[in-house]
């Protein structure tokens, strides 16, 4: 870190917890069925109280909003630095500064709250309606085929 508080690769830190927000957000339309533009604090609210409860799930829509529109991580201090071990009680402590927040530990905490998720899916046809109707109205990053979908347009082939 550099004297100011900042990683030197800032750039690809804010980025991964920009994306470690937007799956979280993810997940909880698929949890709660919502895809109201509205709604975005519903879905955190949703999955965070549900599958990942030691955060606090206005404190993290709140960080996805600073980051999103001032690259700045309201509340919390964003760090990568050493393996899950050496930041098991450091991570979501608080400093002075705002309340750690470790790269690692966060995606770790976000897989298992997905991992809880899945196995209640399977088991629940509540959870499989609204996770289909979300789906059908939000569909997630994937790899595209171009050719494909402009297929009828003469100006790709």
């Not at 071990?85 to 450091?90: E, H, I, Q, R």
């Not at 399977?122 to 309606?129: A, G, T």
Request: aromatic share 16%; charged share 25%.
């Amino acid at each position: 870190m550099k004297a100011n508080g900042t990683c030197d690769d800032n750039g690809a830190l804010v980025g991964a917890f920009m994306l470690w927000c937007c799956a979280i957000e993810y997940f909880g339309g698929l949890y709660t069925g919502n895809p109201n533009n509205n709604s975005a604090i519903k879905r955190f609210k949703g999955f965070i109280t549900k599958y990942m409860s030691k955060y606090d799930y206005q404190k993290v829509y709140d960080l996805r909003w600073s980051l999103l529109h001032y690259y700045s991580p309201h509340h919390f201090v964003l760090y990568h630095q050493g393996d899950l071990n050496n930041n098991k009680y450091k991570h979501l402590s608080s400093s002075k500064r705002g309340i750690m927040l470790h790269l690692g530990w966060s995606v770790k905490d976000l897989e298992d709250g997905v991992n809880k998720y899945r196995r209640e899916l399977k088991k629940s046809d509540e959870l499989k309606m609204k996770a289909w109707e979300y789906y059908k109205k939000q569909y997630p990053i994937m790899p595209l085929k171009i050719k494909e979908i402009y297929q009828n347009n003469k100006g790709l082939d």
